[in-house]
């Protein structure tokens, strides 16, 4: 169940006046299971807009979907209209950004570049690794998540494995 609208609009305001300029806002439920209703989220959306812009600050929202993370690649192609669905209305709710952890597979990177009315988002995992790929595919920003963090850690865990 997500926040009520009061609670995000609070949450909204504050990290705003912590200084924040930008969010990643995702569509997996916390502490539940699955993604929210593509209604819901794009209202959600629309929230952190109205509150940005009554605080006067361009927010950046990035706007992710989980469709694509942690699922098996075989089953994105399925999951495409499902994603072009989200951006479109995330992105008429105020969105900035399209961003798709997960999906590695060109072909379907560039039914989602081509058809996206926001700029969208790439994550650096599987086999997607190399910039020079990523942006020849028309990505316009791209994430590494926690992937550099968590490769580090295995590095200084296998390093340091007989202390």
Not at 54 to 74: H, K
């Amino acid at each position: 169940m997500p926040p009520p609208p009061a609670a995000l609009a609070e949450n909204t305001r504050k990290i705003i006046r912590a200084g924040a300029v930008g969010i990643n806002f995702e569509d997996r439920v916390l502490n539940g299971a699955g993604l929210h209703a593509i209604a819901t989220q794009a209202e959600r959306i629309r929230t952190i807009r109205a509150v940005a812009d009554e605080e006067g600050v361009p927010l950046f929202i990035n706007a992710r979907t989980d469709l694509f993370f942690g699922t098996a690649p075989a089953t994105h192609p399925g999951k495409i209209p499902d994603a072009l669905q989200r951006q479109a209305a995330y992105a008429e709710a105020g969105a900035n950004c399209f961003f798709v952890p997960g999906l590695t597979a060109p072909d379907l990177i560039a039914q989602i570049v081509e058809s996206a009315t926001d700029p969208v988002n790439l994550m650096m995992i599987g086999d997607l690794r190399v910039i020079n790929a990523a942006t020849a595919l028309g990505a316009s920003r791209l994430s590494y998540g926690a992937g550099p963090f968590l490769q580090a850690r295995a590095d200084l865990k296998k390093a340091h494995a007989n202390l």
